[in-house]
């Protein structure tokens, strides 16, 4: 089955930074993968989806690339803000395309 | 626009007493619906998805079971709570990705489950 590692639990950064997040996954590549955003107590929300034909996606201060050769995806958050503190979500489909697995996410505080 | 409605999103049960969560979803037909649950230092584990009425799909054996009465109506049921069901549950749903996978989930604000 498809396992995803994001393998950082916890990054901190310094506001203005620039925050990198890991996606690794095994197993078979993805048609596409997605980043969401969680907040404590809260569902997550979606913020980018990238196929695998597509290296590299961007909305507003984000970005996100996809080497389908290494089996990992990477998420930027450029000019980091105290307000970009949560937990990062990876999610790929799973091998029958009818659910998104997840990673255990990488809780990114920023401080100012 | 779409929304989706899960409640309670508060509930603390003794261990062996019954459970039922409900999710229903507003402004969209025939979505895909899932119940996903997130136990403290864990991931977002999935539990079950449903592509359409009375379709249900297990991914984890255990004492839960999911139930979908009408398109946008999706029930997560127990009849004897184990400590170890204890964790937020999240419903989510989406709309499909053109034939090659489930897309972008939207997921509802959660239910945040304690056994004692």
């Known amino acids: 089955s498809q396992k995803i590692e994001q393998n950082s639990e916890a990054l901190n950064i310094q506001e203005g930074k620039t925050a990198t997040l890991t996606c690794n996954y095994t197993?078979?590549?993805?048609?596409?993968l997605q980043w969401y955003r969680q907040d404590p107590g809260r569902g997550p929300v979606f913020l980018l989806l990238?196929?695998?034909?597509?290296k590299e996606k961007r909305k507003e201060r984000l970005k996100v690339t996809f080497d389908t050769t290494l089996k990992q995806s990477l998420f930027h958050i450029t000019a980091s803000q105290p307000a970009d503190s949560a937990t990062y979500l990876c999610a790929l489909d799973d091998q029958a395309g009818t659910a998104l697995i997840f990673g255990k996410g990488t809780t990114l505080s920023v401080s100012s | 626009s779409q929304t989706i409605h899960q409640w309670p999103a508060t509930l603390v049960q003794p261990v062996g007493s019954p459970l039922s969560l409900e999710c229903t979803v507003e402004g969209t037909s025939n979505p895909n619906l899932y119940w996903y649950r997130q136990a403290a230092g864990r991931g977002l584990q999935l539990l079950f998805y449903s592509v359409g009425i009375g379709q249900i799909s297990s991914e984890v054996p255990q004492n839960l079971s999911a139930s979908r009465p009408q398109d946008r109506q999706f029930i997560l049921s127990s009849k004897k709570l184990l400590l170890s069901d204890s964790g937020f549950y999240l419903c989510?749903?989406?709309?499909?990705?053109?034939?090659?996978?489930?897309?972008?989930?939207?997921f509802g604000e959660g239910s945040r489950l304690t056994v004692l």
């Open positions: 989510a749903w989406s709309g499909g990705l053109a034939g090659v996978g489930a897309g972008e989930l939207f």
């Open positions: 990238i196929r695998e034909n597509e």
């Open positions: 197993n078979y590549s993805p048609a596409y």
